[in-house]
């Protein structure tokens, strides 16, 4: 790592990425003085991102394999619009090193970090390697990738039951199964490498011995290219179905201020066991006497990492964009103060009682919240189509406060102001998950949703709900006045793609 980096000119920036991350990418670009340039498939070509970007290129079909995955058709959008700079988002390219390599083999930079870091953090086990050489706990478990059944049984009977087999390569619970009985044990583990193989094209799995009462924080962390680092505290992201996140919060209603420095300080030293630069984030499974274990490092921007924001008042995307140039950190830990609470709802096109399965359709209603502390990161409007090709998130909605209950308070107003209309969406799933002693006690952990959710008891909530007449008779107006058409401008600016938040 050179002590003295070359600044280097960024005037423009390509986001090669879609939908609501892409448009709050491009909004802190225009608010630095970056153009932006935005990148589109054919069902993309009218979305508000593709109509923000100060330039917008088409790269081909909706099948992402054949867009948005494409390396040599988004290197040719930035070459031939003079772009200086990828911005990768999250999701598609975002923690794929071979497109690192190439972006910056092509004379551009790549706002994330470097290649090699991305590898090295990309797989569990080269990850789990280089974490222990800086003495950060591990949980119990293989010291490497199992490959045979034998192996699996002696290994599993040496850790103890439950344990945990993971895909070595990504994520998203994909490759993962839980195995309580050991007679289990043989086919949970070809299942688990038979659906890596599918899902990575790498079918290697390890295994782990299973965290009970386990309670998912992740720490922020910000590297610069001269050396330095800082962490941004954390978030509680224990509220998750299939294993992936649904609500969100910081700081966490579990660590005091010696756990959070302790997870802090262990953040960065997972960061400097790769030469870390730029924004990442490091996950911890936190155990019930309190004890924390490195789960993964993300090589990339969060999706959750609003709440973050809302808490300590820094822009990560321009943090990212002012350590792609060179410069070095503005900030120190000890400028740092956690400031209120804030949590994250990701709303989803989904049907809930029906397993939380994609609902694709058109918003014949989308009217979003505002009011003080409350934040929404968009991707569409309304009479936008949620499509099958994509994840189908419509929203992040977030709120702030002056503590945890007024931040509670702030986002349950903002859920049932919240107005979509014409498939089915996570939010009263969201409104559910606030009103639950569990989550509000702040005593939960990642069985939330398998200890107290199920179709039946989600129905009887709704149910009770409507009969109480949630809806006010200012609802009923905003519905009659909705249109389920799009903005009939081409160019016309998103108005509900991020409002901003209110001081508290």
């Not at 092509?106 to 470097?114: D, V």
């Not at 680092?229 to 969100?248: A, D, M, N, P, Y």
Request: aromatic share 6%.
């Amino acid at each position: 790592m050179s002590d003295s980096p070359t600044l280097r000119p960024i005037t423009k920036v390509l986001v090669a990425n879609r939908g609501e991350i892409a448009l709050r990418i491009m909004r802190t670009l225009r608010s630095m003085g970056v153009r932006s340039v935005a990148v589109y498939s054919d069902v993309d070509a009218s979305m508000p991102f593709a109509r923000y970007a100060d330039e917008a290129v088409h790269i081909g079909p909706a099948t992402a394999s054949e867009s948005y995955l494409v390396f040599d058709r988004i290197l040719e959008a930035a070459k031939s619009t003079g772009a200086d700079a990828i911005h990768p988002g999250y999701g598609f390219l975002s923690e794929n090193a071979d497109f690192a390599e190439a972006v910056e083999a092509a004379g551009i930079a790549f706002i994330g970090p470097k290649p090699d870091s991305i590898r090295t953090m990309g797989d569990k086990l080269s990850a789990k390697e280089a974490v222990a050489r800086q003495n950060v706990p591990l949980v119990p478990g293989s010291d490497g990738e199992v490959t045979n059944l034998d192996e699996a049984e002696r290994l599993a009977a040496d850790i103890g039951f439950p344990v945990m087999v993971k895909a070595s390569a990504g994520g998203g619970g994909k490759g993962m199964r839980v195995v309580h009985d050991p007679t289990a044990l043989r086919g949970e583990t070809e299942r688990a490498m038979s659906e890596a193989k599918s899902a990575f094209g790498n079918g290697a799995v390890f295994l782990e011995r299973f965290v009970t009462e386990p309670r998912h924080i992740e720490i922020q962390v910000l590297c610069d290219q001269h050396g330095h680092g800082i962490h941004l505290f954390e978030r509680e992201c224990s509220v998750q179905r299939r294993h992936q996140k649904v609500v969100e919060e910081a700081p966490s209603a579990l660590l005091d201020e010696d756990l959070r420095a302790r997870m802090g300080a262990c953040a960065l030293d997972c960061a400097r066991s790769c030469g870390y630069v730029g924004a990442g984030t490091v996950e911890f499974l936190v155990d019930a006497d309190r004890r924390f274990y490195f789960l993964e490092m993300n090589t990339r921007l969060q999706v959750e990492h609003p709440v973050t924001e809302m808490i300590t008042g820094v822009d990560l995307v321009e943090e990212q964009v002012r350590i792609a140039r060179g410069e070095a950190l503005r900030l120190r830990q000890e400028d740092l103060r956690i400031q209120g609470h804030a949590i994250e709802l990701r709303v989803y096109a989904e049907d809930v009682p029906a397993g939380f399965l994609p609902s694709t359709g058109t918003l014949g209603t989308h009217i979003a919240p505002e009011g003080p502390g409350i934040r929404v990161d968009a991707g569409v409007e309304q009479g936008d189509d949620i499509s099958i090709h994509y994840d189908p998130m419509i929203a992040k909605l977030c709120a702030h406060g002056m503590d945890r209950t007024q931040a509670i308070e702030r986002l349950r107003r903002a859920i049932d102001e919240y107005h979509i209309h014409g498939l089915e969406t996570t939010l009263e799933f969201g409104r559910f998950v606030l009103d639950h002693d569990a989550f509000v006690s702040g005593k939960f952990d990642t069985g939330f949703v398998g200890t107290h959710f199920d179709a039946a008891r989600f129905e009887a909530y709704r149910s009770e709900r409507r009969a109480a007449g949630p809806w006010s008779a200012v609802t009923a107006v905003l519905h009659a006045a909705a249109s389920p058409t799009k903005p009939a401008t081409a160019d016309a600016a998103p108005s509900t793609a991020w409002s901003q938040r209110y001081a508290p």
